[in-house]
């Protein structure tokens, strides 16, 4: 069992920065694929960052590239989302989700790949 904490959720405004940061147990979290989700209120789950393997690169939905980065810390068990120039519709609760193995090809997308989630944090940006 992993367990995933999500923490670093807030109200900014927008053109703000926010850091989430995600910690998961286990000892052997280089090889763990990791992933952030976003859902805002009425809508699906969205795909947000991945990075399917500690050693392959990283990922990201379109609507975020050039303004968010994600990183991790393997020493840490633990994977950061730096999220700049925050605009009202990143407005959601972001999910951390993982998964033991690494996530191949395009699957990394895919939130039924990660068999891991945390409960979430709440981002409210204001315009």
């Known amino acids: 069992q992993v367990q995933v904490v999500e923490s670093g959720g807030g109200l900014v405004q927008a053109g703000d920065s926010l850091r989430l940061s995600c910690a998961a147990s286990?000892?052997?979290?280089?090889?763990?694929?990791m992933a952030w989700f976003r859902q805002a209120p009425g809508k699906e789950r969205e795909f947000v960052a991945a990075m399917p393997w500690s050693s392959d690169g990283t990922y990201y939905a379109e609507s975020v590239k050039g303004r968010f980065t994600s990183s991790r810390d393997n020493a840490k068990n633990t994977v950061y989302l730096l999220m700049n120039s925050l605009k009202p519709e990143d407005t959601a609760v972001y999910f951390c989700?993982?998964?033991?193995?690494?996530?191949?090809?395009?699957?990394?997308?895919?939130?039924?790949?990660?068999?891991?989630w945390g409960r979430g944090t709440q981002v409210t940006v204001s315009s």
């Open positions: 286990g000892r052997t979290f280089t090889n763990y694929a």
């Open positions: 989700a993982a998964n033991p193995l690494p996530v191949y090809d395009d699957n990394y997308r895919r939130a039924d790949k990660y068999g891991f």
